[in-house]
């Protein structure tokens, strides 16, 4: 997959997550705090920022990838967002 695709169809999942945002998904799903959670796929990282937030300080996310491009993202989220949680795996 080039990195243009996989911008574009970040993008698509930007408007995805303002239709049904990530939160109430994780919700659904019954992550809580303290949960290690492993982001298998994470894209360019809609599921990062909630998650992060429900497992909280004590919890850990790995985001996994094997696209650099969606790593880098993650990163760039993490950083701005200030997720201290949060480790990046490249697959």
Not at 33 to 50: E, M, Q, S, T
Not at 71 to 84: F, G, P, S, W
Request: aromatic share 10%; charged share 30%; proline share 4%.
């Amino acid at each position: 997959m080039s990195d243009l695709w996989f911008k574009l169809m970040a993008l698509e999942f930007r408007i995805r997550d303002r239709l049904r945002p990530r939160m109430e998904v994780m919700k659904e799903v019954g992550i809580k705090g303290g949960f290690k959670v492993l982001d298998y796929g994470c894209g360019p990282g809609g599921y990062i920022a909630p998650v992060s937030e429900l497992i909280g300080e004590n919890g850990r996310l790995y985001a996994l990838d094997v696209m650099p491009v969606a790593l880098e993202m993650v990163k760039r989220l993490t950083a701005k967002k200030k997720l201290q949680n949060v480790e990046t795996i490249f697959f």
